[in-house]
């Protein structure tokens, strides 16, 4: 019998995988203190978590015989992978798993922000037919499309951004296969009429985009992040909002996660931030869920699993 950990929910189509194993106890703890009690208790031989659930070297510690952490997800930033590679414990993810429904929310909040949408649906609700005479907006159409980080998702927006019009360049740690122009880092700032992220967070990417940063995009830049918050230095951001460096913002992600009451990079009338929600729709969350389970279980079984969710694989042999 194998004890499994989950420090968040998931969909219930996965859930009810691991309840119909017979060789599976699963044990829920979202929260810290129901962790800890956990841990007094029960051996654990997984983790499955999701975003927020936090794999630290404590929990590791807490842990002697864990065999693998599983995020239902593509990003590892809440987990001690290095950690976890040197105590031999497998670190399992759902590659690719969200490409498309990140690319599609990118895409979605670049036209909110470049058509100026959400305050035109909003003058109408509040009865403001009129709003129409002050509108300002202007279509995609045309406009370079700057994107850091040509990976899965970032060639997925790109496919979709040439298809509206748009004249795409990129930067990324690698020259890819691919119809659209390799520039240098500056270079993508200074041309881009709107740039988007899609870079994982690592120490050389955190605060990636600072006020240096900002000093090279044109003021009618749009600014989209779909990748992690922390790439972002948000000081540096709300500030290049206010002094009109830029154009405007839109995100799926900030860097400290619910934001405080009344903060002013959300408040801010050129900014739109949706609630990192991106990968949360009935698709691609079951999708997420249900393919980090079946691997688990595959991998605690010795049976079959998908080969590339299991990131540390290299490290482990």
């Not at 009690?37 to 630290?56: P, S, Y």
């Not at 929990?59 to 290095?82: F, K, M, T, Y």
């Not at 795409?168 to 020259?175: D, G, L, N, Q």
Request: with cysteine; charged share 20%.
């Amino acid at each position: 019998m194998k004890n499994i950990l989950l420090l968040e929910t998931i969909h219930p189509s996965a859930m009810e995988l691991l309840k119909e194993a017979r060789d599976i106890r699963v044990f829920e703890a979202y929260s810290e203190k129901s962790v800890d009690e956990i841990f007094l208790e029960q051996t654990i031989d997984v983790i499955i978590t999701r975003g927020k659930g936090q794999v630290t070297p404590e929990v590791l510690d807490a842990c002697p015989s864990l065999q693998i952490i599983a995020r239902c997800g593509v990003g590892l930033d809440n987990i001690a992978v290095e950690e976890a590679s040197k105590r031999k414990i497998k670190v399992v993810n759902a590659p690719n798993s969200n490409a498309a429904t990140i690319a599609e929310h990118t895409i979605a909040l670049l036209l909110m922000l470049q058509r100026n949408l959400y305050h035109a649906i909003s003058a109408v609700k509040n009865g403001d037919w009129g709003w129409r005479s002050v509108y300002a907006g202007d279509e995609i159409n045309g406009k370079t499309l700057g994107i850091l980080g040509l990976g899965n998702i970032g060639k997925k927006v790109a496919n979709i951004a040439k298809a509206l019009g748009m004249q795409v360049i990129y930067w990324s740690a690698h020259k890819e296969n691919v119809p659209y122009d390799f520039l240098s880092f500056d270079e993508v700032l200074r041309q881009s009429d709107c740039i988007t992220l899609h870079l994982p967070l690592t120490s050389e990417t955190e605060h990636l985009i600072n006020g240096t940063a900002f000093q090279k995009m044109k003021p009618n830049a749009l600014l989209i992040n779909t990748a992690r918050g922390k790439i972002i230095d948000q000081a540096a951001l709300l500030k290049a909002l206010e002094e009109k460096q830029i154009a405007g913002f839109a995100a799926d992600v900030l860097a400290m996660e619910p934001p405080e009451k009344n903060n002013p990079l959300v408040a801010h009338p050129n900014s739109l931030v949706t609630a990192h929600l991106g990968s949360l729709t009935s698709t691609t969350y079951r999708q997420m869920c249900v393919l980090t389970v079946n691997n688990v279980l595959g991998i605690l079984r010795g049976t079959s699993y998908q080969e590339n969710c299991v990131f540390n694989r290299g490290m482990l042999a």
